[in-house]
Structures are given as C-alpha cells and as structure tokens.
C-alpha cells in the first residue's frame, strides 16, 4: 500500500459545480497536510497548507483534515474552468514531502 | 518575483547518452529536493540537499543518477547512461527548511530517452 492513496479521476464538472477531492494516508504519525495544484506543462503550486485534524478555508478553498480516519479532502465551491488542473495531495514525512498520484480535473463552461 | 529556475525545458537524447539537468533554487532557500513524475508512479522523491549537503538520495538508482549542489544557486542532476525507462517530467524545487516544508517547484525537464 501506497502512504498516500489518491483517485486519479478524470472528473469533470459543470461550471460553478462543487467538487469534493479526496485522498487517504497510512501513517498516523503525519502531521502536515498539503494540496498542490498542478496545471499542464507546469510545476505543482501550494494551494493549501493544513496542519493536524480540521478545515481550512481560503476563498472558494476548503481543505479538511480528519486524522481519525486518515482522511484528506479539498472542497473547491463555484468551480470555474480556470481550476482546471490537476490536483495532488501531500503530506510530510521528514523532510521531504509525500505526493498522490493526482486527480484531473476539468470544468467547463 | 521568485522562482526555481530549471534547464532545459525539454531533453531528447538517446540510449546510453549522459544527461544534465541544472536548477537553480530560489536565492535564499537551504534545501532543494529533485522528484521524478511519470504518469505511472506519480511523484516520487528522488533526493534533497540541505545547506548543499545530501540528506537522503534513496530514491535515486544509485548506478546510474547522481545529483550534486556545486555551490548555494546550482543543483544539477545527471543519468549516466540514460535509458527509455528514464523518461520523465524531472521537477526541482527548493524550500527554505523550517522544518514546516512549503516546496517551490520549478517547471521541470521533460526528458525523453529514446
């Protein structure tokens, strides 16, 4: 088993559409808590930053944390085609971070 | 506006052949880390330097890659001799090692082994 699992998707919505992108972990010792956005033929960008159990907003950005369940989710509300994009959840393990394999996701107008 | 610079942008070369790829990490930040990305594998860490020394390469395939900080602005990372199974997106990216890492990509080398 992978430390950090992801769906791949593809997963396309309508504009304006809420989407829900999840991913599970297995180490119950991480701490840090990371969602990149990756566009094509670019390098992932930081998106949110999460440390420990609960949620964070940031504008149309919610990202949750449920440590119980080793759960990881981004809630994106009034999806635009401009999120398009891939998304990757990360954790920490050390240094370095721990990447999902990311969900695509397309939204259209 | 800061950012990880990475060259080249795009690599075809051909079996056997050495490559190099250079980054150069955001002035300030202390450690750079090198990830591979395939559609397969997804992201994987291949190695990080902290301070230009090298913490961890164990992701690297140690006959074959070898990553170097020549000084504080220049990480390079070298396959000797590459191989199609080397083809990749090859991201580097730098943080400023708090402990807290918050990692700063660059836009990759697309290498192509053919």
């Known amino acids: 088993q992978k430390e950090v699992e992801q769906d791949p998707g593809p997963l396309s919505v309508p504009e304006g559409a809420i989407v829900s992108l999840n991913c599970t972990y297995s180490?119950?010792?991480?701490?840090?808590f990371m969602w990149y956005r990756q566009y094509s033929r670019k390098g992932p960008e930081l998106l949110m930053y999460?440390?420990?159990?609960g949620n964070k907003e940031d504008g149309r950005f919610t990202a949750q944390v449920d440590k119980s369940s080793k759960y990881i989710s981004l809630f994106i509300r009034d999806s635009q085609p401009s999120d398009s994009a891939t998304y990757l959840c990360a954790t920490q393990a050390g240094t370095a971070l721990i990447f999902g394999k990311g969900t695509t996701l397309s939204v259209s107008s | 506006d800061a950012r990880v610079t990475q060259t080249p942008r795009h690599k075809v070369t051909e079996m056997g052949q050495e490559v190099t790829m250079r980054c150069q990490p955001i002035?300030?930040?202390?450690?750079v880390f090198w990830y591979r990305q395939t559609m397969m594998q997804g992201l994987e860490l291949l190695a990080y330097f902290r301070n230009r020394a090298p913490l961890d390469d164990s992701g690297m395939p140690k006959d074959r890659f070898s990553a170097e900080m020549p000084d504080a602005t220049l990480a390079t990372l070298k396959i000797q001799p590459s191989e199609p199974r080397d083809s990749a997106v090859y991201f580097c990216?730098?943080?400023?090692?708090?402990?807290?890492?918050?990692?700063?990509f660059g836009s990759g080398t697309q290498l192509s082994v053919l």
């Open positions: 180490n119950s010792a991480f701490q840090y």
């Open positions: 002035l300030g930040h202390n450690t």
């Open positions: 990216a730098s943080a400023l090692g708090t402990g807290n890492e918050k990692l700063f």
């Open positions: 999460t440390y420990s159990s």
